[in-house]
């Protein structure tokens, strides 16, 4: 696959995400969409949350200029990666369409959230909506694979419903993640580099495309979001960020008939999904609400330990990146030794989680008012 027109993508959206951070930061200060301390909130100053729209903006107009730009699809019979010339094409197929459509909405729903404010359970019900819009663009899951034996399971009127659920279990994993300087970006720019990556191999365009812009935004932005951060994405940012890589994965399972298509997303996506997923059983098992914040996720219980906002933030990129590697490895290798593989992944993950005592029962939700931590970030 010729890399060249993928790296044109991001650099687009790089470009135009870093240039226009700044003039979101100024705009949200001079509307008052600021964050302030307190809740979950890590940062100890108030801080602009109108970052997703740097964002949206940096990724659509490299996504709608490298569809402009470039030649009709033309791939060889070859699978040396480095010998398929795929170039981006301007006829893009309907999934495309509405996973643009479905995260605009997303989008929008995140800047009324940011600027006004918005309840839990109507942002939930939106978030379900934009997740239904890839349906009748044929975006479904119809089949999942067992990577045990390799059966294919036709998942019928269930793949509609997996697929809702997946989207917007994405979308609030991304989301619970973004309560640091700089995490919520990196992670996902971590993550769209492995889907990039396995897109590449299998010589999936729209998937390529996607996440060429989404890695490009999102280390555009990370210059003004890594601590000290500048700015923040807001709810605007991380429900389109999540809604991208939910419907990309969605993608590559809708595409895909391979025992560990289900695996790769899983992997590419550990830091966030196993965060929500430990949050979910924590909050059940205290009794509370899932929707209400605690100081129970992966970046508190490092910075409970004494660790900075930097240092913790680095660690979760290396552990992302350490299941990223897990996901490519799964991706290339036969389904004997990608058993192997996921063993030793879970019993990694399984050690850690027990290290870092994730499944403790932690005090009552924080309210209007408390603090993450007593000391400075």
């Known amino acids: 696959m010729t890399v060249a027109p993928w790296l044109v993508a991001a650099l687009i959206a790089l470009v135009l995400t870093n240039t226009l951070a700044p003039g979101m930061r100024r705009f949200a200060r001079r509307i008052g969409a600021i964050d302030h301390p307190g809740g979950r909130r890590i940062n100890v100053r108030p801080m602009p949350r109108l970052g997703g729209i740097a964002i949206f903006i940096g990724f659509v107009a490299a996504l709608l200029v490298a569809m402009v730009i470039t030649r009709p699809i033309v791939v060889s019979h070859r699978v040396d990666v480095l010998t398929v010339r795929i170039p981006l094409s301007p006829r893009t197929d309907q999934a495309l369409v509405g996973i643009l459509l479905g995260s605009t909405f997303l989008f929008l729903v995140g800047i009324w959230d940011d600027i006004r404010g918005m309840n839990p359970a109507l942002k939930f019900l939106f978030q379900v909506a934009a997740a239904a819009i890839l349906i009748p663009f044929g975006l479904t899951t119809q089949f999942i694979t067992n990577p045990l034996t390799g059966k294919i399971v036709a ?223």
């Open 155 to 377: 998942l019928e009127w269930l793949g509609p419903i997996f697929t809702v659920l997946w989207v917007v279990g994405v979308v609030n994993a991304t989301n619970f993640i973004d309560g640091v300087d700089g995490l919520a970006s990196g992670i996902a720019a971590i993550a769209g580099t492995t889907l990039f990556l396995t897109a590449m191999v299998k010589a999936d365009v729209t998937s390529t495309l996607l996440a060429a812009c989404l890695v490009g935004s999102m280390l555009g932005f990370l210059r003004h979001n890594f601590n000290p951060a500048r700015i923040i994405m807001g709810d605007s940012g991380s429900m389109f960020v999540g809604y991208v890589l939910g419907g990309m994965s969605v993608m590559g399972l809708y595409k895909s008939y391979t025992a560990l298509s289900l695996i790769v997303p899983l992997l590419a996506l550990a830091v966030p999904i196993v965060d929500t997923a430990f949050a979910i059983v924590r909050r059940f098992r205290s009794r509370q609400p899932i929707y209400l914040p605690d100081r129970g996720h992966l970046h508190h219980r490092l910075l409970d330990r004494g660790l900075s906002q930097r240092q913790t933030v680095l660690i979760l990129y290396l552990v992302s990146a350490f299941f990223g590697v897990g996901a490519l490895a799964v991706a290339g290798i036969n389904r004997s030794a990608a058993v192997v593989t996921l063993a030793a992944i879970a019993a990694v993950l399984y050690i850690g989680a027990r290290r870092m005592g994730l499944l403790e029962r932690r005090p009552a939700p924080l309210r209007d008012g408390e603090t993450v931590s007593g000391r400075p970030a």
